[in-house]
């Protein structure tokens, strides 16, 4: 007879090993980004790799592109989903038709929304084309620079594309239980719909947004595909620069990408904390 302790060890273990591998990962990327890989003959344990890094010019601005990325991406994210949830909230009858429509970009790969940038937004791209062909020759010419801007425009269309649906299909039916609990009486009071939404709904729904909001930023930080297949060749965001120091043939040199690893590492442990917070906030707020 099997013993409910022992099914309940055995339903753990998948969730064990994974965590188990993420922390090892995490352990030998602090030990590799301080000098410390007896494969190499690297054993003094040092801080000049990370002196080194945080004094490159090109670090300090990948870095902070890399976080302009995440704030730009994640910020119109939530405030364009924020919008289409107010807008589904007055088209109650047709909410659920379109909570369902909001569904499909969410299971579009990355790698397929930057071909959908690509195939839009280029010079040689479809907008461009019936742009030039109704004859907006510099309307073409302006939008074809979107892609492979400095500002990130490419990247963050093509963020906007995926995590915009994200925050709809992970917000709007808290929004909506809110809503339908507390605008007939904020009506009743004579308050209007904007303001009931604006007063009411978003206070308490805050918490589900912050956490919205710091998964998207880690992903964005974290991400490396997008950058490469949509960013400038200069500045390169982290990902890009971990990945460049990471392939360089000298294997003596792989302090320098476990010492950008770190820092990526870092911020998305800080994005997880926040997450947390929020959510066990909203428990209690619940």
Not at 28 to 41: F, T
Request: charged fraction near 10%; include cysteine; proline fraction near 5%.
């Amino acid at each position: 007879m099997i013993s409910k302790r022992f099914i309940t060890i055995c339903l753990f273990l998948p969730q064990l090993v994974l965590a188990g591998v993420l922390v090892y990962g995490l352990v030998n990327s602090v030990l590799q980004s301080v000098g410390w890989i007896p494969a190499v003959h690297l054993t003094t344990i040092t801080g000049q790799y990370y002196q080194e890094v945080f004094s490159n010019p090109s670090f300090i601005q990948g870095l902070w592109f890399t976080l302009k990325v995440g704030f730009l991406s994640a910020g119109l994210s939530l405030l364009i989903a924020l919008l289409i949830c107010y807008w589904m909230l007055n088209k109650a009858s047709q909410s659920e038709r379109l909570l369902h429509l909001f569904q499909l970009p969410i299971v579009v790969p990355h790698l397929i929304v930057a071909l959908f940038v690509l195939l839009l937004f280029t010079k040689a791209g479809l907008i461009a084309r019936l742009l030039m062909a109704m004859g907006g020759q510099k309307l073409s010419d302006g939008m074809s620079q979107w892609v492979f801007h400095e500002n990130a425009i490419g990247i963050t269309l093509a963020y906007l594309w995926k995590e915009v649906p994200f925050i709809v299909f992970f917000c709007y039916p808290l929004m909506k239980e809110y809503t339908e609990r507390f605008t007939p009486v904020a009506l009743t009071l004579g308050a209007t719909r904007w303001q009931t939404f604006w007063q009411v709904t978003l206070p308490n729904c805050w918490h589900t947004l912050a956490s919205s909001f710091c998964i998207i930023f880690a992903y964005a930080v974290g991400a490396y595909e997008l950058p490469k297949l949509l960013g400038p060749t200069v500045p390169q965001t982290l990902p890009e620069l971990a990945y460049v120091a990471y392939t360089y043939p000298d294997l003596r040199h792989r302090p320098y990408a476990m010492v950008m690893n770190v820092v990526m590492a870092l911020i998305g442990i800080i994005c997880v904390v926040g997450y947390l917070l929020s959510m066990s906030r909203e428990e209690d707020h619940g």
